[in-house]
């Protein structure tokens, strides 16, 4: 059985469907393949408790998705809507609390009572970001050109980045260089020293990362975490409606309503190719659908290392592709709950505390510690946790009077995506779920259901290798025009028609859409390119014709 379309989509994330909605809005007849029964890749809502709970199973919170996107797609139209998330609250083990509101004079008293050198120091250091936030944070956008290329339309491309970075004075362009190679413990202790803060704000530099807040690199995650903020965008974070397959959800029915093909359980068992050009994909029950253009927003890793012969690319490219580091430690804990928590050090009923971030991190050297121990092999006795109520928003979440709590918790060892060690993650959970009932007594009796999410059912459930969410780690040498590989970050791949738009490309990390948007952008700029030399080479012929007669 074979069809026809003029793209296919491989992967029903949301990056996947933002290229199929703006492909299929430009008038091309697009077809998407998901390999699993439901739509949404890593930002998806499931139902592990049974259909009263709805679970953001991985990714939980709707971070850079950028509003002309949302504007362009009719989002809102569709059923998107987002509940803007609340101030961070740090309840600690000695009966305090940390809280940073989003009123000036509330949070300048709130890091007072830790340290009155913190509190002068919290303003220039969201300025020296934003300083940073407004270089880097448009680059987030771009397709990246081919730096060292020396090709006419590459050397434009990279004369537009100068043009751009003439903006960066000498001050603004050593401390872009510095935030890019520093750790983010570097960064904080330029400006705090109580162990409330540099704990509570190091967890941004790590999350989701292979590397504690003493690696070089995680300075710039945690900016990549609040770009859109420093950047001036609105509603950078917040709980979308329906947890994060709401997000997918409204993007699958925007694709469907300009003329998007949206299945699943249609895994892709191999890209298709006919001398050096994609001709289309090999699903795995048999099925081909012909098509000149394939978007891949998979694992670099099994784009081309599985679904096509590494023996069809070149050298260079492959071992890029073989060296791409995506290592994790983190571990998702999703629970169903009869009650709210009480936190000894706040007991009211706050909705700004509920309706917050809630982190779980007495120190930066806990965190550090934490990471060193999984380094040497064993998961932390004392993780880290980044916790999410949605369910004080959302009432399609749970039934009345019942909740659901998302723990983003790090780490266990890398090597744990080998294999479940499903105990081990056990034991590890209670640990997690010991530090809530430390600063919550009463939450463990609290607790209905729990799902436990770690790295190796991430890399075979969710095909996030590694069990990395990014795709890749966000550090220096697999960012900006090294991601994925030398020479490709402008969303092309060596295959001609063969296009790459995942999380592991630039402006991916978190759910952004931006690679989805820009891969449309190179896949229409080079059909008009096609058209062009099509017509310059029929013009050439007809000359050539011509002049023998006119002769």
């Not at 891969?519 to 017509?535: F, K, N, S, T």
Request: aromatic share 8%; glycine share 12%; hydrophobic share 40%.
């Amino acid at each position: 059985m074979t069809g026809h379309a003029d793209v296919v989509v491989i992967g029903g994330g949301h990056n996947g469907l933002v290229a199929a909605a703006y492909l299929a809005r430009s008038g091309l007849q697009t077809v998407v393949c998901e390999r699993r029964d439901v739509i949404g890749g890593a930002a998806v809502s499931e139902h592990p408790f049974g259909p009263d709970y709805t679970v953001t199973s991985l990714s939980y919170v709707v971070s850079l998705l950028p509003p002309d996107l949302v504007r362009d797609l009719r989002l809102e139209q569709h059923g998107y809507r987002v509940y803007r998330q609340g101030p961070y609250f740090a309840p600690r083990r000695d009966g305090r609390y940390l809280r940073l509101p989003g009123n000036p004079v509330q949070r300048r008293a709130q890091i007072a009572r830790f340290s009155a050198r913190d509190a002068d120091a919290y303003a220039a250091y969201t300025e020296h970001l934003a300083d940073i936030g407004r270089v880097l944070g448009p680059l987030l956008h771009q397709i990246p050109p081919r730096l060292g290329s020396r090709r006419p339309q590459d050397l434009l491309r990279q004369a537009r980045l100068l043009t751009q970075l003439r903006a960066v004075d000498e001050r603004g362009a050593v401390d872009v260089t510095r935030l890019l190679t520093s750790s983010i413990a570097d960064v904080l202790d330029g400006f705090f020293e109580s162990d409330a803060m540099r704990g509570l704000l190091s967890v941004s530099g790590v999350i989701g990362t292979w590397a504690g807040p003493r690696s070089a690199g995680t300075a710039y995650v945690m900016l990549h975490h609040h770009i859109g903020e420093t950047a001036g965008q609105s509603g950078a974070w917040g709980f979308p409606r329906g947890g994060m397959g709401g997000v997918t959800g409204a993007l699958a029915r925007a694709a469907r309503m300009f003329g998007a093909q949206v299945r699943t359980g249609a895994e892709v068992a191999r890209i298709r190719t006919r001398d050096g050009r994609v001709a289309g994909v090999m699903l795995a029950s048999g099925e081909a659908i012909d098509a000149q253009v394939v978007v891949t927003t998979a694992h670099p890793q099994i784009s081309f290392l599985q679904l096509l012969d590494p023996a069809e690319l070149p050298h260079g490219f492959v071992a890029d592709i073989r060296g791409w580091r995506s290592r994790s430690g983190t571990v998702k804990i999703n629970l169903a709950l009869d009650r709210l928590p009480v936190f000894a050090s706040y007991p009211e009923p706050d909705p700004s505390v509920y309706g917050g971030t809630i982190v779980l991190a007495e120190s930066l050297d806990d965190v550090e510690a934490a990471f060193q121990q999984a380094v040497s092999g064993a998961p932390a006795d004392l993780p880290f946790a980044d916790i999410c109520i949605p369910s004080v928003f959302d009432d399609s979440l749970a039934p009345t009077g019942k909740h659901v709590m998302s723990l983003f918790t790090q780490w266990v060892p890398c090597s744990y995506a080998d294999a479940p060690h499903s105990a081990e993650l056990e034991a590890y959970a209670d640990r997690v779920l010991a530090r809530v009932e430390a600063v919550a007594p009463g939450f463990t009796s609290s607790v209905l259901h729990r799902q436990v999410i770690g790295p190796h059912q991430m890399q075979e459930e969710y095909a996030l290798i590694g069990g990395n969410i990014f795709h890749g780690e966000l550090s220096l040498g697999q960012m900006f025009h090294a991601r994925p590989a030398a020479g490709y970050a402008d969303l092309r791949t060596p295959v001609r028609g063969l296009y790459q738009a995942g999380s592991a490309t630039h402006g991916g990390g978190g759910v952004t859409g931006i690679p989805g948007r820009n891969v449309v952008r190179q896949i229409l700029a080079d059909r008009r390119g096609e058209r062009w030399r099509r017509r310059v080479g029929l013009s050439r012929a007809e000359r050539a014709v011509k002049a023998p007669t006119q002769s």
